[in-house]
């Protein structure tokens, strides 16, 4: 019996196009509340009675941390498995359903890759995913889905200040026929919300949200002033090529502490602000090793 939390969904073209996908990833980018994340969750439970050549299909379905795939992800799919599919209870506390089939789905939390290497997987679902650390995709999802040629979601809200936006709109476009970089394995879709939502619950939103923030949020578009990532950002007032650097002046260092890249900014401190004269940026390193280059670019510096 199918539980009652398959609920009908009204028709949705986009919708339908992703849950009858073929291609091996799949981008959702579309808005609050736009049943991107009904659809992921009700395909991943779809596939756990999928009979394949091996005995023990793995998938996932992943979000930033674990506390927030434990508190947003874990009830939502169990209320969707129907009971005669599960073998067992499922277990809470590794986040762990095991079925009737040979098949299992974990819900994991991507603040830990490790969660995901070391198997290989038949499919999942990340979630969330312009928050989701740079790099995780490429070097703990991809090869762990290889061997057995696996599929991959990634959803979510094109947020501008997601530490994992930038690389996850790359992957997106991707999947954009039109690109000159366009890859058939890879689907993009995007929608607002307000092909699903009510306009009573957008206007509410609109009027409490900063225009930015709403076109980010409910119409999915992804949100630059002028081009640029930050929208405080203006060319014309924040670069000026006098900015030089000055031996006897301190040097205040601005750090990311990512990893790949690391990009930490020199600055000299002036009566109207900070001016940034230099920049590191590091690929596959840590803290350390970005002082020791920090210390052979500026070692001999006077200034403290």
């Not at 031996?247 to 790949?260: K, L, Q, R």
């Not at 009566?271 to 596959?284: C, P, Q, S």
Request: net charge neutral; glycine share 8%.
């Amino acid at each position: 019996m199918i539980p009652e939390h398959w609920t009908q969904l009204r028709p949705h073209a986009k919708q339908s196009r992703a849950w009858r996908a073929l291609e091996r990833f799949v981008n959702l980018r579309c808005g609050r509340g736009s049943g991107k994340t009904e659809v992921a969750r009700r395909r991943i439970v779809r596939m756990l009675p999928v009979k394949k050549a091996w005995a023990d299909p793995l998938y996932f379905y992943a979000l930033p941390t674990f506390a927030q795939a434990k508190r947003v992800a874990w009830d939502p799919i169990c209320k969707l498995i129907p009971p005669s599919w599960v073998k067992g209870e499922p277990n809470r506390s590794g986040m762990v359903i095991e079925t009737v089939f040979g098949s299992k789905l974990y819900v994991v939390g991507m603040d830990k890759p490790a969660r995901i290497e070391g198997v290989q997987w038949d499919g999942g679902v990340i979630d969330e995913r312009s928050d989701t650390k740079p790099g995780t995709f490429y070097r703990s999802v991809v090869p762990a889905l290889e061997h057995r040629n696996g599929w991959c979601w990634q959803i979510g809200v094109p947020k501008r200040f997601g530490v994992g936006a930038l690389e996850w709109n790359e992957f997106f476009e991707r999947g954009v026929p039109d690109n000159a970089d366009y890859d058939p394995e890879i689907l993009s879709l995007t929608w607002p919300s307000s092909t699903v939502l009510t306009p009573k619950q957008l206007a509410w939103a609109k009027a409490n949200l900063d225009a930015r923030d709403y076109n980010e949020q409910y119409n999915a578009t992804l949100e630059s002033v002028g081009g640029m990532i930050f929208y405080a950002f203006d060319e014309v007032k924040n670069v000026d090529d006098r900015v030089s650097y000055r031996a006897n002046e301190p040097i205040c260092v601005g750090s990311d502490f990512n990893v790949d890249p690391m990009c930490w900014t020199l600055s000299h401190r002036t009566a109207t602000g900070l001016v940034t004269f230099d920049e590191i940026y590091l690929r596959n390193t840590n803290t350390p090793s970005t002082l020791d280059y920090l210390a052979e670019r500026y070692g001999d510096h006077e200034g403290g």
